[in-house]
């Protein structure tokens, strides 16, 4: 039977079923009919335990059905459904719909191996889980309740009446946490509430355990903290804090928060006139975009809430610090610290940019396509700290720290795309020259230097070439290498044919383009000119802390551009 329902796959409102836009976020909708089928009611599933009664919603990841336990019991059932996937005519099976299929499939699955060892009053109670129809179903108790997104559309909550919701959550954050567990898509959408008021957390599909708490980007806008858009900062039990403090600003603001990006960028949180200034305050502290300046854990919110200043201790984790005042010159070869004889030149020319199919550990956002690059030339290293904090000491600009690491001709490191574009127009400006970051397509260009292989060592790489993490996950026949733990000066290790070295590690360096996955262009335009475009940035070469399959030179990363943290650092080009 056709959906009754729209469900927006960017925020989850249930629209009607022929909606076009989305009446919450204003998402464009395929209307419900034209979208793939459900399972029809009466189907049956694991020979006949279950049958579907109808269809309750569908999200980005599945399609959810109330069913018949033994034909007695009301139970919800979730069904792996990803977007892009069809029922095959006439039959109840399902046909994948792209590559990305195995990987939602494998994340359905360790949804019900995270469900499996919850026992919560307020967590949703998985009571089965089975594959059938070439996918994988979950069955759970079915919650006779209201969504929260749908109790705050009547209404904002009042401060006393939010601290009474909040209390089981923050206890069922807590139990999920002490399992080493964070939930990581906690939203209004994720909450039910049953007739009685308690709240129930639902939807585990984007949970994930300590060991693998920063593999993948997920979550939802204005309720995902920053480090769930990257693939280098920690996620922990800081990160539900900011999803459970964006839920809680949306109950008693009555509006969705901004995104975390927003924040980031200055964008300050509109809190009504009369709302408690403890809650406030609380809400605060639990969404500051910088993970190590948000409140640690469910412990210190609580405390929050209650008005104790204890609540607000934070904990070590990746920083963009007040740097060091005392900027010097380390290096004495110029004021500037750099001179001819550190560019290389990159001849014009014909590329294939991106990896082919058979490669290695690729992503899918590396679709091969032919580039024309005119010649230009590139610094031979990263910006090293001796550059930079020449930089910082003409301009009066704080440096940024080192880590404890050193300075001189390491690769400077914390610093943003805008720090970056900022020493590019300095530079340009004190020596003639015309300076900028490079494009995406002149970064992988010059990487490859006229090589087609993973690197431009061939098909494997170790950690005499480059400095990366060789401890773990050999790449292409590589023997298990040194983990340095840290960056290394630059000319450490050998060049590549065009005279660059540390193209591979060390540092992530930002590329003057915006991020696109379909390669449509961008990847040969310069963003650097528009300083209120705060689309995600590029940035190319993996580092220090990464293993050798995310230095490949097709491997491709990109974040918030005003974001600094101590992987990233960056080399110009000369044009």
């Excluded at 750099?338 to 199919?357: K, Y």
């Excluded at 098909?459 to 773990?472: M, R």
């Excluded at 050798?548 to 990109?558: F, G, H, K, Y």
Aim: hydrophobic fraction near 35%; proline fraction near 7%.
């Amino acid at each position: 039977m056709p959906m009754t329902e729209n469900v927006c796959p960017l925020c989850e409102h249930e629209n009607p079923g022929d909606a076009l836009v989305c009446a919450v976020c204003g998402t464009r909708l395929l209307p419900a009919a034209a979208q793939p089928m459900a399972l029809a009611p009466g189907a049956a599933l694991d020979g006949g335990r279950y049958r579907i009664e109808r269809v309750i919603g569908r999200g980005g990841f599945g399609m959810t059905y109330v069913g018949l336990a033994r034909g007695v019991r009301r139970v919800a059932i979730k069904e792996c459904f990803p977007e892009g996937c069809a029922r095959i005519p006439g039959t109840e099976a399902l046909l994948p719909g792209g590559d990305d299929f195995p990987r939602q499939l494998e994340r359905f699955r360790r949804e019900a191996a995270q469900l499996d060892r919850l026992h919560h009053d307020h967590i949703v109670r998985l009571r089965d889980h089975f594959e059938a129809n070439g996918t994988a179903y979950l069955v759970m108790d079915l919650i006779d309740g209201e969504g929260l997104e749908h109790r705050i559309a009547r209404r904002a909550f009042a401060a006393a009446e939010a601290r009474r919701l909040l209390g089981p959550l923050l206890d069922a954050l807590e139990y999920l946490h002490g399992k080493d567990v964070w939930h990581l898509d906690v939203k209004p959408q994720n909450i039910v509430l049953r007739p009685d008021g308690g709240p129930v957390l639902v939807d585990f599909g984007a949970a994930r355990d300590g060991p693998r708490s920063h593999s993948t980007r997920f979550g939802t806008e204005g309720y995902a903290p920053i480090e769930q858009d990257s693939t280098e900062l920690p996620r922990g039990p800081w990160s539900d804090v900011y999803g459970l403090g964006a839920t809680l600003y949306h109950m008693v603001a009555g509006q969705a928060p901004p995104r975390a990006v927003d924040l980031l960028a200055g964008r300050r949180l509109a809190f009504p006139d009369r709302l408690d200034p403890a809650l406030r305050q609380a809400i605060d502290a639990a969404m500051r975009p910088r993970p190590e300046e948000r409140l640690p854990d469910m412990g210190a919110l609580r405390a929050a809430l209650a008005g104790e200043s204890g609540g607000t201790e934070r904990r070590e984790g990746p920083r963009s610090e007040e740097p060091a005042r005392n900027a010097r010159t380390d290096r004495g070869e110029s004021a500037l610290g750099v001179g001819e004889a550190d560019w290389a030149d990159i001849p014009a020319g014909e590329f294939l940019m991106g990896s082919p199919e058979s490669e290695e550990g690729r992503d899918s956002d590396e679709r091969p396509h032919r580039v024309r690059v005119a010649a230009f030339q590139m610094l031979r290293t990263p910006v090293t700290f001796a550059m930079y904090d020449a930089f910082c000491a003409a301009t009066g600009r704080e440096p940024p720290k080192d880590q404890g690491w050193g300075r001189a001709d390491r690769p400077v490191i914390n610093v943003s795309y805008w720090d970056a574009v900022d020493y590019a127009d300095w530079l340009s400006g004190a020596t003639g020259w015309r300076c900028r970051l490079p494009t995406e397509a002149e970064w992988e260009y010059a990487c490859r230097a006229g090589t087609t292989t993973p690197f431009w060592t061939g098909n494997a790489l170790t950690t005499k070439q480059a400095n990366y993490n060789g401890s773990v996950v050999p790449y292409g026949g590589a023997p298990q290498g040194l983990y340095r733990e840290k960056t290394t000066p630059v000319r450490l290790f050998p060049a590549n044919p065009w005279g660059l070295h540390d193209m591979h590690g060390n540092v992530w360096e930002w590329c003057a383009s915006e991020y696109d996955p379909g390669y449509a262009g961008l990847e040969q335009g310069d963003a650097s000119g528009d300083r209120h475009n705060h689309s995600f940035r590029v940035l190319r070469g993996g580092s220090w802390n990464l293993n050798a399959r995310s230095l490949r030179c097709a491997q491709r990363n990109w974040f918030y551009p005003v974001y600094r943290i101590l992987l990233r650092g960056f080399r110009l080009a000369r044009i």
